[in-house]
C-alpha cells in the first residue's frame, strides 16, 4: 500500500491563480480530511468528507472547495489564491472514527 | 466550543532528562485522545487513549489519560536528540481537533 499521497510536494502561486491539491489514499478509508499547518498554528482542520459524495466544512474552509467523487480521492481546490494561504497542507484519512488518522507527506505552498 | 490546549508549547532539555508534556481538552462527546510527534514532515502517531488511568508505553515513551480532570499526560525518559520534535495531541469526534503542539529540542 501507498498509504496517503499528495501531489505537489511544493507549489508557487501568484495572488488570483488557482489550483488543486492533490490528496489520494488506498486503504479504502472513509473519512479523509485536509489540514493547514502554519507557524504556532497547529493543524487547523479546512473540510473532511465522511464517505464518497459527502463533505463538510471544517475549522478554516474559506477560499477552499473539495470534493469526494471517489473513496481513494479527495481534492483540495483553492478558487482564487492569496497570501494568507501560503502553508504546507496535509491531507489524512481513517477506517473510522474512533481510529487514528494516516498522513500524507504534505504539500508545501507559497502564494506571492 | 471544542478546543484542545498543550502546555508547555515549547522545551529545551540535554540528552538524559526526562519530560512531561501535558494536554488538557474540553470537547463534547469525546471518544479518544491521539498524541502525535511531528518531525519535518507529517505527523507520525504515537498513541490512542481511550480508557482511564491505563498506560500506554512505547519504549521510552508513556502516556496516559485522565477523563476525570480532561488531561493527558506524554512522558518522555532517558530523552535523545532524536526526540526533538513537535508533539501534537488530538481530540476526535468527526472533527479533529489538535493542540497547537509542544516544541521539544533534546540537546547533547
Known amino acids: 500500500n501507498a498509504g496517503v499521497t499528495q501531489t505537489p510536494k511544493f507549489q508557487v502561486l501568484k495572488t488570483g491563480q488557482s489550483m488543486t491539491l492533490q490528496c489520494a489514499q488506498d486503504?479504502?478509508?472513509?473519512?479523509m480530511s485536509w489540514y493547514r499547518q502554519d507557524p504556532g498554528m497547529g493543524l487547523r482542520l479546512i473540510h473532511y468528507?465522511?464517505?464518497?459524495?459527502?463533505?463538510d466544512q471544517g475549522e478554516v474552509p474559506n477560499g477552499y472547495n473539495v470534493s469526494r467523487s471517489t473513496t481513494e480521492d479527495f481534492p483540495l481546490r483553492l478558487l482564487s489564491a492569496a497570501p494568507s494561504q501560503t502553508s504546507v497542507y496535509f491531507c489524512a484519512s481513517t477506517r473510522g472514527r474512533r481510529e487514528t488518522q494516516y498522513f500524507g507527506p504534505g504539500t508545501r505552498l507559497l502564494v506571492l | 466550543e471544542d478546543k484542545v490546549v498543550q502546555s508547555p508549547l515549547s522545551l529545551v532539555v540535554h540528552e538524559g532528562d526526562t519530560v512531561t508534556l501535558n494536554c488538557s481538552y474540553e470537547?463534547?462527546?469525546?471518544?479518544?485522545l491521539l498524541w502525535y510527534k511531528q518531525e519535518k514532515k507529517a505527523p507520525t502517531f504515537l498513541f490512542m487513549l481511550t480508557s482511564s488511568g491505563i498506560e500506554k508505553k512505547s519504549g521510552r515513551l508513556s502516556s496516559i489519560l485522565d477523563k476525570k480532570e480532561l488531561f493527558s499526560i506524554l512522558n518522555i525518559t532517558a530523552t535523545q536528540t532524536g526526540d526533538s520534535a513537535v508533539y501534537l495531541c488530538?481530540?476526535?469526534?468527526?472533527?479533529?481537533?489538535f493542540g497547537t503542539g509542544t516544541r521539544l529540542q533534546v540537546f547533547p
Open positions: 486503504m479504502n478509508h472513509e473519512y
Open positions: 488530538a481530540v476526535p469526534p468527526d472533527k479533529l481537533i
Open positions: 470537547v463534547t462527546n469525546f471518544r479518544s
Open positions: 468528507s465522511v464517505g464518497a459524495g459527502i463533505t
